[in-house]
């Protein structure tokens, strides 16, 4: 994974409107966190890969104002952070994920009902 490459793209909902990107160009971006309670991180896009033993995910942001008009389908990624874990740790954060989607649609289709 490297700071300046491009990576496939994925269906993005920004401010309300959807968007099909083909490809994203990604560039890591200098950003000072403050306390994870009183400020979280907000991502709207990611990019994982493995090398060797170890899982990287890059997390950030798609801005509306950075898809190029002229190139269709073609976003810039601001990569905020770059995580790094093994797999074992990726595989358990997967699965809090799908547990937290789970619960939330399970919600979403019990309030839905008469």
């Not at 990107?21 to 990611?46: A, H, M, S, T, Y």
């Not at 033993?53 to 798609?62: F, K, Q, W």
């Not at 950075?66 to 093994?86: N, W």
């Amino acid at each position: 994974m490297s700071d300046q490459e491009i990576v496939p793209g994925q269906q993005v909902r920004l401010r309300g409107a959807e968007a099909k990107l083909r490809e994203v160009k990604k560039r890591i971006i200098p950003f000072e966190q403050d306390d994870p309670q009183i400020e979280p991180l907000f991502i709207n896009f990611g990019h994982g890969a493995i090398l060797g033993e170890d899982v990287y995910l890059d997390v950030g942001v798609i801005t509306l104002e950075s898809i190029d008009p002229t190139a269709e389908g073609v976003g810039d990624f601001a990569v905020i952070h770059r995580l790094v874990m093994s797999k074992r740790t990726a595989s358990a954060i997967r699965d809090q994920i799908d547990e937290v989607l789970k619960k939330r649609e399970s919600e979403d289709t019990q309030n839905a009902a008469p």
